[in-house]
């Protein structure tokens, strides 16, 4: 076993050394389109993160007119917990709203300076019991006496929710263009080195060694290009986890980010794809090349 | 050990190679196989290693059916068949030893085995002391007991030779030919292609005689053509 085991690693490196630059190419192509696919797979999972802590915290906002009377103001709350879709009612009154403005822009002058609490409505600040219901409470109190509009703030974050949605579907496809390449140039590679050793492979065939036994140095070569390629993503998605999210960390705190441990999870996958991938591209460019 | 039946080989360019060969050849014999360039030895010869398949007939080697064979039996066919080129086929960038004992190493023997035998396998070819050497600084004839060597390391139950002095002068043929007699004394079936007038005549052994694909002479103790 001792022989076979040495002869294998003998084989594969020769034949990596040889086309040095196509393995190189190789690799590149495997590194950048893993490490596409797997910015998409952090994206989906940060908008998992901030979908589940964002919409149970969202909430419908009914502003008043100034104009609303006490009464009509404790009617409205009344027929609000009635509809039964209500999980709880908060009132803001504009002087609450102003030192939520405050709070929220802090340090932010300009805006500070052009707020006064006269021109900020008092609002109801509803939670639902289903977010989904949004449409059947808006309709009901949208006409109500001393209301000024029902704003649905989940549509602000859908927008958010849309863009980074895009961002996803944008990186998995070109991934997958990125993938296709990579297979074709690790199946161009291995045809190049089976061919370079076309007289050693004939007179194993001669001898009677197997079809795997010829086969195996060559996948294990396009698989040895894969791993490399998707340990490099990996370190590329690392690297942009540390910089990159851990600033936004700082700046932004209302929504999780995706941490360390999250790229972590996706790296042996990456490394399972770019593996898995290699092998089939290798297997299937040698089924025609090294058929006894 | 080997046998034709009815066997004919057309190729895809309509170049009829076997027309209706049928053969039987023994165990321990050794059978010279002649005729002209483009008679149809090489293909003969290719249809015991079933490197190609017949269109018409069967092909025996060895206690084994070929037509049909599932291409993952190949191998252990292929062990039972040691095989000979003109070209001697060598791999430039290993040693004497590397070249044979890559042949065992390829089809899984353990180190200790390789160690083993083929020191003793150069020895029988007489190239113990070219043991370390690259096939670029030897002789065409050191050439070819090397890749005598590879093929019978294996201790094969055939032996099959392409023109294996094709590209030899005569003397260093007759050293060849000494070679593959000691080997085929050993028991090794012994199938050769040639048109080398001079050995079959000198050796009298049975020669099978091709025409255009077709066998049109079949003599034990024969020599290479009549009145020729």
Not at chain 1, 82 to 91: A, F, H, M, R
Not at chain 2, 106 to 129: A, C, D, M, S, Y
């Amino acid at each position: 076993m001792g022989a076979r085991w040495r002869y294998l690693a003998n084989e594969v490196a020769i034949g990596l050394r040889r086309n040095l630059l196509m393995t190189l190419a190789t690799v590149v192509t495997v590194t950048v389109s893993l490490a596409l696919l797997g910015a998409g797979m952090l994206v989906q999972l940060q908008v998992d993160k901030a979908q589940r802590v964002l919409y149970g915290e969202v909430e419908i906002s009914i502003f008043l007119l100034d104009s609303i009377s006490a009464d009509q103001r404790t009617s409205l709350e009344q027929d609000l917990s009635d509809t039964g879709l209500v999980q709880e009612i908060i009132y803001v009154s504009k002087e609450q709203a102003y030192r939520d403005v405050q709070e929220i822009f802090a340090g932010d002058e300009t805006i500070l300076e052009s707020v006064t609490p006269e021109i900020l409505p008092a609002s109801f600040r509803v939670k639902l019991d289903d977010p989904q219901q949004f449409e059947v409470v808006a309709s009901q109190f949208q006409a109500y006496p001393g209301v000024e509009e029902v704003v649905d703030q989940r549509e602000v974050l859908d927008k958010f929710f849309r863009i980074m949605n895009a961002l996803r579907n944008g990186a998995v496809a070109v991934a997958l263009l990125q993938l296709f390449a990579a297979a074709a140039l690790i199946s161009n590679t291995i045809r190049i080195t089976a061919f370079a050793r076309r007289e050693q492979t004939g007179i194993m065939k001669l001898v009677g060694a197997t079809n795997w036994y010829i086969r195996l140095p060559f996948i294990l070569e396009g698989i040895t290009a894969g791993i490399v390629g998707a340990l490099a993503a990996g370190g590329l998605l690392w690297l942009g986890e540390a910089t990159l999210v851990s600033r936004l960390k700082g700046e932004v705190n209302f929504i999780p980010f995706i941490t360390t441990a999250d790229v972590w999870r996706v790296i042996p996958v990456l490394v399972l794809l770019g593996a898995g991938l290699a092998a089939v591209a290798a297997f299937l460019s040698l089924r025609r090349f090294l058929d006894v | 050990m080997i046998r034709l039946d009815s066997v004919t080989k057309t190729y895809r360019n309509q170049v009829t190679a076997l027309r209706d060969i049928s053969v039987e050849i023994t165990k321990g014999e050794f059978v010279f196989l002649v005729g002209a360039s483009g008679s149809g030895k090489s293909t003969f010869i290719k249809l015991l290693l079933k490197d190609e398949d017949p269109d018409r007939g069967e092909v025996y080697v060895a206690g084994k059916r070929l037509n049909g064979m599932k291409s993952w039996r190949v191998p252990t066919l292929r062990r039972d068949l040691g095989c000979v080129f003109q070209d001697f086929k060598l791999l430039e960038n290993k040693t004497v030893t590397e070249n044979v004992g890559f042949a065992l190493e390829v089809i899984g023997k353990p180190r200790q085995t390789i160690v083993r035998t083929v020191p003793e396998v150069l020895e029988l070819v007489g190239l113990r002391h070219k043991a370390k050497a690259y096939p670029g600084e030897l002789s065409g004839g050191e050439q070819q007991r090397v890749s005598i060597a590879r093929a019978f390391v294996n201790r094969p139950r055939i032996l099959l030779c392409d023109e294996p002095t094709g590209n030899l002068d005569p003397t260093t043929s007759v050293g060849i030919m000494k070679l593959l007699d000691r080997i085929n004394r050993t028991g090794t079936t012994l199938v050769m292609a040639t048109h080398d007038q001079h050995i079959v005549d000198s050796m009298r052994r049975r020669v099978i005689e091709l025409d255009e694909g077709a066998l049109i002479r079949d003599q034990t103790r024969g020599v290479y053509g009549y009145g020729g």
